[in-house]
């Protein structure tokens, strides 16, 4: 079945450095790609997506680019904020099948000032 | 815009006892709602997929008669956890689809935290 991968973290950074958060998929078909943020105490807010091979979404320095090549969707920005601490979760939806999506695991992201 | 919110926010109940999470929509209108558990450090489970309307559609390995959704309206759904178990404690996460709009929409609550004694 449909599967999303991100890597473990927690992910502890320093503010202004760079980061990337790696997030690979398995599925039938041609899905579309979603980075979803979740802030403390807060629900899943659509960070960026992207809905064919070689798309790139971005948004708020956040970027993430469709390689079906390889199957990944990995996250980064150039540039970390305290403000950018939050879990980010890697996912799929098909275009199939009610639209369900799949969701990763989850990466805690740390942002030390 | 697009606000879902979840009631109650935490809730604690004993074993054996009946639980109702209420999910609405505020500000549009959803014929879709989808419900999901988390447990800790783990990924969203989807449960099951609501339908306004009509009968939920349980995902396999989700008990209907435990779980019981609801979507009376437009604007809410309900999952109600009968007879909980302590294995039932969890965090539970509703989404709403707009009625309008692209079909990968999904607008999250922020989540109710389920503990059974």
């Known amino acids: 079945g449909d599967s999303v991968t991100q890597m473990e973290g927690p992910v502890t950074l320093s503010e202004e450095a760079f980061l990337t958060i790696n997030c690979t998929y398995t599925a039938t078909g041609y899905p579309s790609l979603f980075w979803y943020v979740q802030y403390p105490g807060e629900g899943l807010q659509l960070l960026l997506k992207a809905t064919k091979a070689d798309d790139k979404g971005s948004n708020k320095g956040f970027e993430a680019t469709y390689r079906k090549e390889t199957t990944s969707f990995h996250l980064e920005k150039g540039s970390v904020q305290v403000s950018d601490s939050a879990v980010y979760f890697c996912?799929?939806?098909?275009?199939?099948?009610?639209?369900?999506?799949?969701f990763g695991a989850g990466t805690r992201l740390f942002v030390k000032a | 815009g697009a606000v879902v919110s979840q009631h109650p926010s935490w809730v604690i109940c004993k074993s054996g006892t009946s639980v109702k999470i209420e999910c609405r929509s505020l500000?549009?209108?959803?014929?879709?709602m989808f419900w999901y558990r988390q447990f800790p450090k783990q990924s969203l489970m989807l449960m099951a997929t609501?339908?306004?309307?009509?009968?939920?559609?349980?995902e396999q390995g989700v008990e209907k008669d435990k779980f019981l959704i609801n979507h009376a309206s437009l604007t809410l759904s309900t999952l109600t956890v009968t007879s909980a178990h302590p294995e039932d404690s969890s965090f539970y996460i509703c989404?709403?689809?707009?009625?309008?709009?692209?079909?990968?929409?999904?607008?999250f609550g922020p989540g109710t935290r389920l503990t059974v004694t």
């Open positions: 989404s709403a689809r707009p009625a309008r709009g692209s079909p990968y929409e999904q607008y």
């Open positions: 996912a799929l939806t098909r275009n199939t099948g009610g639209f369900k999506t799949i």
């Open positions: 500000d549009f209108q959803a014929t879709t």
């Open positions: 609501s339908n306004e309307g009509s009968k939920a559609t349980y």
